[in-house]
């Protein structure tokens, strides 16, 4: 049975829930709160679909470049929307992919605080020398919890349940290569085939129980491992992992280990990367908003510090593109970076 949780305050929530982000602290990593039976875990306070599509629709009215475009729609039929900052073709482009699973949300999140930040001063400059290109939720099915299966062994409470998978069950991102889900297909045709794209981080989240060096971690990065990547794609993808890394991991309150990753191509991180030559990054921030695993969710509390790093992931990278900084990066940080193992249960 779905498990019943008890309330606690509410820290550092999230953006369009209604509560601004709050400023992640440093013992939010090492120490950061988990799921225990007793700390909330609230879908409620997640944007919900509509609300991002009514959201993404009101800023496309108020940011002159910004442009909003429909891609296809999910097995249920929701619509899968592409965010496009197109100021010059002769640009670098990157895209940003959220949610391929639905019940890692925090990441969807802090894009739309990005594409927000887009809009306003905040990143004055970046879009004279990149091209953006954003799917903030690819599986929107499981993220509402409108499935063809049961949900009832989820643990967090609230309006729904979110799902990794898609409303039938199936791994978008073990997809890439057969395309049989109308999601992967909406991704290939219409976003990947189409545009001519320089650089992808994909955005995801694992369990809340890895750790680096003894400490959690907030998050871990790969490049594509497949044999068949090409060395230049994968040289440009470490650049990539260079600057997020630089960027999260000397806060205090980011930690990033080397995700142990698998090279098969069906995978989005090796697959994209070996048929379109774009150089790709995976991000694995920690912990879920749901799921049938206790020590995959993690405690709402530690909602804030996730979101400002997928914010500042996107905002460093988008910079370093745009200025020419990324082609700079020292890579050699890669062969030193431990991979993260799973701390033992107590």
Known sequence: MKK????????GTLVLGGISVGSPTVSAVGNGPEYG???????????????????????EVKQEQME???????????????????TNPDNPTILYLTQQHGNEQLTTEGTL????????????????????LIVPMLNADGAMGDVNFSLDDYVASGDRNLTRYNADEVDLNRDHVDRIQPETQALHNNVLSLYDIDYMIDLHHQGAQSERDGELVSGSILYPTTENADPEVVEKSKQLG????NEIDPTGWGHLGKYNGGSAETISRNGIAVEYGISTLLFEMRGMSDHYYESYVLGQKSNGYLIKQTVNT???SAEAISDGSIEEQDISFWDTLAYQNTRASE
């Not at 909003?68 to 929701?78: C, D, F, P, S």
């Not at 594409?115 to 091209?131: C, S």
């Not at 260079?242 to 890394?245: E, H, I, L, R, S």
């Open 37 to 59: 039976g007793n700390e909330t875990v609230n879908t409620s306070i997640l944007t919900t679909y509509d609300e991002m599509v009514d959201f993404l629709e009101k800023q």
């Open 242 to 245: 260079a600057v997020v890394f």
């Open 113 to 132: 605080e990005f594409i927000k930040h887009l809009g306003t001063g905040k990143t004055k400059g970046i879009l004279d020398g990149v091209n953006i």
């Open 68 to 86: 909003l475009e429909v891609i296809g729609q999910t097995v249920k039929g929701r619509d899968i929307h592409l965010v496009k900052y197109i």
């Open 314 to 316: 996107l905002t460093a």
């Open 4 to 11: 019943k949780l008890f309330s606690l305050t509410v820290v």
